[in-house]
Structures are given as structure tokens and as C-alpha cells.
């Protein structure tokens, strides 16, 4: 069954915007009568059949709805500073997504080589990685901060860095994080984060950790950091 976001849905019918009806209509052919479902970003899974076919505004009636559609019962929070390579950090978008997000900061550091972000198609990847994993809420993408800003900034929840500096007591992220608690984790540009920033980090409670013992690209960490999360909620 396809499969539209459509934010702000209220009682028992909804008119999907000009690009999804089209979509619906033209591209899918689908007609008067279809069964789909719509998830709204916020958290409700809605089960609708097609009234009004309408290419410029698709009318839908809603059949069915499920509340807090997959509600994992914590909140993951990555905060990533941008790389060079901006495909690539679209796949980090675009995976840490599927796999379950929540907030999505991008950090500016030291050795941070881009800073542009692409906010639109940033927005667009999301919307589809929600609608391909079935997901009803949708992430939060930030706009960019500085590592100072961001670490000042008091984070609810468990709070760890992820650094190649094999000089800290690094631990495995199953050693400090708890199951079932809202998640924090800072992954560095291909730099990695300088000595000042990781001291900064310490000092405001953040925790050192490492991935493994490959070292990975920065895009690579954000998705290993956040599979780590969720395959320990599972």
C-alpha cells in the first residue's frame, strides 16, 4: 500500500498538497476507491480510501488511525559535523533515518572543511526515508551550531563523544549508554575533534567513546552510532 506524508491531518477527511496528489494520480494512477495510508510526522499512522481524485488537491477520507505509530520509548539525537562530500552525508540522512532518529544537529568544529547545508533536499531526503521505513514521526533537522553552542547547550539525556584519540578512556557505547534512555552522541569531522573540543565536552558531562576499532568515516560513525542505540532498545 502506498504511502504519503501529509502533516497536519484533522477529522475524518484530508486534502494532500498539489505534488503528492499529482504523484497519487498521474504517476501512480491511482483512483477513486484506493486504499493508502499517510503518516502525518508527529506520530500518527492514518489509513485513508481516495474520495475526491483530483490531481491539484487529492481529497482522502480517513478509514483508520494508529497513535504513536512505533514510539520507541527514547529519543536519539546526533550531532554531526557536515563533510566535504555532500552525498554522503545525504546517506547518513538518509539511513539514520530508516534506522530511527529523532534530532539531527549539524556541529560546526575546528576542523569542519564544509559548512554548507542543502536544507531543502535535506528535507526532501528525510520525507522519503520516513515513507520507505514506515515511519510516523519526523526527525527534527537543526540548523548548524558551533561546537561551543552546542555543548553549552544543556542536552537531556546521555551524553558521549565519539573521538579516534586513543589517549581517553574511551568505552564501547553499550558500556555508558542505558537501555531505554534518550541517547546524545557527537561525531567529529574527518579531522576528528581537537584536544580543546574533547576537553570541552568532558567537562559538560559528555563521555568518550569509540566504535569499534576500525576507524571509520564520519558519515559511517553517525550510522554506528546509531545502530549501537537501537539494537540495544531491542
Not at 529523532?102 to 536544507?119: F, L, Q, S, W
Request: charge should be neutral; include cysteine.
Amino acid at each position: 500500500m502506498h504511502i504519503f506524508y501529509v502533516p497536519g491531518i484533522k477529522g475524518s477527511t484530508c486534502l494532500m498538497d498539489e505534488n503528492n496528489s499529482r504523484h497519487s494520480i498521474r504517476v501512480l494512477r491511482m483512483t477513486k476507491g484506493d486504499r493508502l495510508k499517510l503518516v502525518d510526522g508527529i506520530g500518527n499512522l492514518y489509513e485513508g480510501i481516495i474520495s475526491d481524485p483530483d490531481p491539484s488537491g487529492c481529497r482522502v477520507t480517513i478509514t483508520g488511525v494508529i497513535r504513536d505509530f512505533e514510539n520507541r520509548g527514547y529519543r536519539m539525537h546526533i550531532a554531526i559535523s557536515p563533510i566535504k562530500n555532500q552525498e554522503r552525508f545525504e546517506w547518513f540522512i538518509e539511513k539514520s533515518v530508516e534506522i530511527g532518529v529523532d534530532e539531527i544537529t549539524p556541529v560546526i568544529c575546528r576542523n569542519t572543511e564544509k559548512t554548507g547545508i542543502k536544507r531543502d533536499r535535506i528535507n526532501n531526503i528525510i520525507i522519503s526515508a520516513m515513507k520507505q521505513s514506515l515511519k510516523a514521526f519526523m526527525p527534527s533537522f537543526n540548523e548548524p551550531v558551533t561546537f561551543s553552542e552546542f555543548i553549552d547547550t544543556d542536552h537531556k539525556g546521555i551524553k558521549m563523544i565519539a573521538s579516534c584519540n586513543p589517549h581517553n578512556d574511551r568505552k564501547k557505547i553499550d558500556e555508558v549508554y542505558e537501555k531505554n534512555s534518550d541517547a546524545i552522541v557527537l561525531i567529529g569531522p574527518e579531522g576528528d575533534f581537537t584536544g580543546e573540543e574533547l576537553n570541552h565536552a568532558f567537562i559538560n558531562g559528555y563521555r568518550p567513546v569509540h566504535l569499534g576499532t576500525s576507524r571509520l568515516r564520519t558519515e559511517t560513525a553517525g550510522i554506528a552510532a546509531c545502530y549501537s542505540v537501537y539494537f540495544i532498545n531491542q
